[in-house]
């Protein structure tokens, strides 16, 4: 999608849409107990995002991952003083934005599985990150930091301290999260990618 293209009438409505899907989605979670605790849980809102990325661009992508945040909050108020929903958008861009200029420069279906597996790599290693900065100090407030460690040992003895965790729970978590994700995407972006085009 060329720049000048961003803010045509189709395509506000298509992010819109996107986004308030994504929210939507945003709202149903679920654990992956196996992997990470059970306060770590998977959602599927980042496939209308990437769909969007795909279709529209990665400026867009990243635009319908705000719109994402903003329906939510109307949906539903933050429950961690919006810090929650900043790591969401840097996660999130982290696994379309690079998935998204991979396939804007090559438009095939080789393209967008090395772009979705090059964002989940990266988110993979933003969300450990952002997790062992920002989520885990702040959480710790609420929840004694060692509880939290000792929640994740109890899932892989190999984890001790803040950056065993993010290494050993929060990547695994997020290596799934986006396989899931791409493998959704790559099933039936070809099929909401042909209405996409159709109706612009």
């Known amino acids: ?4 293209n961003l803010l045509s009438i189709k395509n506000v409505v298509l992010m819109g849409m996107f986004g308030a899907l994504s929210a939507v989605l945003m709202l149903f ?3 992956i107990p196996f992997i990470a605790p059970s306060f770590y849980t998977l ?5 209308p995002v990437l769909i969007g990325t795909f279709s529209l661009g990665p400026v867009a992508g990243a ?5 994402k945040i903003l329906v939510k ?5 933050t429950s ?10 840097c996660i999130g861009c982290s696994l379309i934005l690079p998935a998204g200029l ?3 420069f090559k438009k095939t279906k080789k393209g967008a599985i090395v772009g979705m597996v090059a964002g989940t790599m990266i988110m993979a290693v933003v969300g450990a990150v952002l997790n062992a900065l920002v989520m885990l100090p702040f959480y710790s407030n609420f929840m004694p930091l060692d509880t939290i460690i000792a929640a994740g040992a109890a899932i892989n003895p190999a984890i001790c301290n803040v950056w065993t965790f993010v290494f050993l729970a929060v990547a695994p978590f997020n290596l799934v999260k986006g396989f899931i994700v791409s493998l959704i995407t790559a099933l039936i972006y070809k099929r909401v990618s042909m209405i996409i085009h159709a109706v612009r």
């Open 43 to 47: 959602d599927l809102s980042e496939i």
């Open 102 to 104: 991979i396939y804007q």
């Open 73 to 77: 909050l109307v949906l539903k108020p």
């Open 1 to 4: 999608m060329k720049q000048h």
């Open 29 to 31: 979670d679920f654990p």
């Open 63 to 67: 635009v319908i991952e705000l719109v």
């Open 80 to 89: 961690t003083g919006f810090v929650g929903e900043f790591a969401n958008v």
